[in-house]
């Protein structure tokens, strides 16, 4: 089946600095990507949706500029946490579609494995 | 604008008990998708099953079984003779149709324990 690769699976950084989270689709084309964060014991919020090639729609209350989105291809999209505090330590997971299944009435998202990010 | 609800947070059974974690939904559109997915400790999202709305037939994945009910906006998820390797957090997830393509809601996930 699809398979979505994520990297990496676990990073502590200290304040200040920024992170930055591949998702990769590794045997399809991914034109629309997902971002989402998951903080302990809670369900996933989705951040926001990156599309090959335009700019990332983000959703409400999500800071665009702390959270940099990059869709340059069609396998691979990266966030990158800017300037990272100890409050934006949380798993964040990606999801891809698949750009190739012709019937839409059984799509699905692929999701990878998820970052945890620990700030220091 | 779309909603998923699961009910129970958390669920403990003992081994080889069924149990059904209740997920409830509400949408205005008239095409929608529904799915479940399992978070094991591990942290990983494993897809379980999709239903899309137009099909109400109830499916059955050896252990697992899914009860859609469009009357009530429901679309429950039965596991029998439990395991331990159940254990996990279970989602809940309606999608529906936007101009940039498909986006989940996620329900807040029901933590179930199957005890040895």
């Known amino acids: 089946g699809a398979v979505v690769s994520q990297h990496p699976s676990r990073v502590i950084c200290k304040s200040g600095t920024s992170v930055k989270i591949e998702c990769r689709s590794l045997?399809?084309?991914?034109?629309?990507m997902f971002w989402y964060r998951q903080f302990p014991k809670q369900s996933l919020m989705l951040m926001a949706t990156?599309?090959?090639?335009?700019?990332?729609?983000?959703e409400q209350g999500v800071e665009k500029d702390k959270f940099l989105i990059n869709h340059a291809s069609l396998t691979l999209s990266t966030l990158t946490v800017t300037s990272a505090h100890p409050e934006d330590s949380s798993f964040y997971i990606c999801?891809?579609?698949?750009?190739?299944?012709?019937?839409?009435?059984?799509?699905?998202?692929?999701f990878g494995s998820g970052t945890q990010l620990s700030v220091l | 604008a779309q909603k998923v609800t699961q009910a129970q947070t958390e669920i403990s059974v003992v081994e080889k008990e069924d149990v059904t974690l209740d997920c409830v939904y509400e949408?205005?559109?008239?095409?929608?998708?529904l799915f479940w997915y399992k978070q094991p400790p591990s942290g990983e999202l494993v897809f379980l099953i999709r239903?899309?709305?137009?099909?109400?037939q109830n499916e059955i994945s050896g252990r697992y079984s899914w009860n859609f009910q469009k009357s009530t906006s429901s679309f429950n998820f039965t596991i029998t003779a439990s395991q331990v390797v159940d254990s996990a957090v279970y989602f809940c997830?309606?999608?529906?149709?936007?101009?940039?393509?498909?986006?989940?809601?996620f329900g807040p996930g029901t933590r179930l324990s199957v005890l040895p």
């Open positions: 997830a309606l999608s529906e149709t936007n101009v940039y393509g498909q986006n989940f809601v």
């Open positions: 949408t205005r559109d008239t095409t929608y998708y």
């Open positions: 045997d399809f084309q991914a034109t629309t």
């Open positions: 999801s891809a579609r698949d750009l190739n299944i012709h019937d839409r009435t059984n799509e699905k998202l692929f």
């Open positions: 239903r899309n709305s137009f099909d109400e």
């Open positions: 990156s599309n090959e090639g335009s700019k990332a729609t983000y």
